[in-house]
């Protein structure tokens, strides 16, 4: 074989190559590839079922340290295709298309939790797009579902009720509630809190001030392992409608670069401090703002029986409660509030929850007061 003839066979075995690439990275040009890429953490790794045939089939699935989930999870997306397969061939539909991608939510040190995006598009111009959650426990293997972390009288049996398979479904007829607290970690206050809670089974949500989140990093990482939620105060506790725009930016961002190291996740809320709220601060943030609909101005009165009565006469379904974790009062007033408010039938949530509960699809920059049902 001549030099020559070697390489025209060379080039057209990499045109070869060069075309199947291309048709597995973008068989169809109208298909909507952004959706299969999954969100993986550190220990979760994509595995896929990919098919160019007569039908397009692109489906993600996660895999996890836990063999017994992972088969779980392999059963789930090959159940996803062939039931696809089986629908399309009975129709007689050909060049039919699947495409499944997941994100992937963990909440505290065991439970982990999947969302998978599914869309479908037909032949004849129908298409389905659906989510479908899916959680686990990482120790045991097992799957959970939300009814899994109530007891037989409707309250919560574990701190963390993960955000992930919270549904407007799953909360009907419960009245709920989200306790939150502000101005901390206080390095003896925010501990005696989170004993309490933890002995309550509580979820809480903390809005946390960047410096003293960057002085005592323990606590806040203390909060976010026992499965409450994060959020940001600001940095300084400043009143955000009264600074140039260059320090807007930094009370916001800076608290949320600290809450990042410390816990590794971006915070999901902003709570303005004083509620004080302008059109820069909300062209600023980059989350929901979230303020509270029940406020017994604990810090003011520093009293346990005025807060614990103005939070039971105002609370309703749905309510927002602001308290504050630097406060000895307000820990001895949570202390009462936990069980009267349990004797009324209320379930606690985080913020995060609390929204997802009630089908609430929050904007960044835009401001909420409850979630009333």
């Not at 969302?115 to 120790?139: C, H, M, P, W, Y």
């Not at 004083?274 to 059109?279: I, K, M, P, S």
């Amino acid at each position: 074989m001549t030099l020559l003839a070697l390489l025209c066979l060379t080039c057209v075995y990499v045109g070869i190559l060069a075309i199947q690439k291309m048709h597995l990275s973008n068989p169809n040009k109208n298909a909507p590839f952004s959706v299969i890429e999954s969100q993986t953490t550190d220990d979760v790794k994509t595995e896929a079922i990919v098919d160019w045939g007569n039908l397009m089939i692109a489906v993600h699935y996660p895999s996890t340290p836990n063999e017994k989930i992972n088969q779980q999870l392999s059963q789930y997306a090959n159940d996803l295709v062939n039931q696809f397969k089986s629908s399309a061939h009975k129709n007689g539909y050909a060049n039919d298309e699947l495409y499944v991608s997941f994100t992937t939510h963990k909440s505290g040190e065991f439970i982990i939790g999947f969302k998978f995006d599914i869309i479908e598009r037909r032949t004849n111009n129908a298409s389905r797009n659906e989510v479908q959650k899916i959680s686990f426990n990482l120790k045991t293997g097992d799957r959970v579902v939300f009814e899994d972390y109530f007891d037989e009288n409707n309250q919560p049996i574990i701190a963390q009720i993960p955000n992930n398979i919270v549904t407007p479904e799953d909360t009907e007829n419960k009245k709920l509630v989200a306790l939150t607290f502000d101005d901390g970690p206080h390095s003896r206050w925010t501990n005696e809190l989170l004993d309490v809670l933890q002995e309550e089974n509580v979820p809480a949500t903390f809005f946390v001030l960047g410096s003293r989140a960057s002085r005592y990093p323990d606590l806040v990482r203390r909060a976010f392992d026992s499965g409450h939620q994060i959020g940001s105060h600001t940095f300084n506790h400043k009143d955000l409608t009264k600074l140039p725009q260059g320090d807007i930016d930094f009370e916001i961002g800076e608290s949320a670069a600290v809450i990042e190291r410390i816990t590794g996740q971006k915070p999901a809320f902003t709570r303005p401090p004083y509620g004080a709220v302008n059109q820069a601060v909300q062209d600023t943030a980059k989350t929901p703002l979230i303020m509270w609909s029940v406020d017994p101005e604990d810090w003011k009165s520093q009293n346990i029986d005025q807060i614990f009565t103005h939070v039971m006469d105002n609370t309703k379904d749905g309510s927002i409660v602001l308290l504050h974790d630097i406060y000895g009062t307000t820990i001895e007033a949570v202390k009462k509030i936990i069980p009267e408010m349990r004797q009324r039938n209320f379930v606690f949530l985080t913020v995060q929850q609390l929204m997802a509960a009630r089908g609430k699809n929050l904007e960044n920059g835009s401001i909420y007061y409850q979630a009333a049902p």
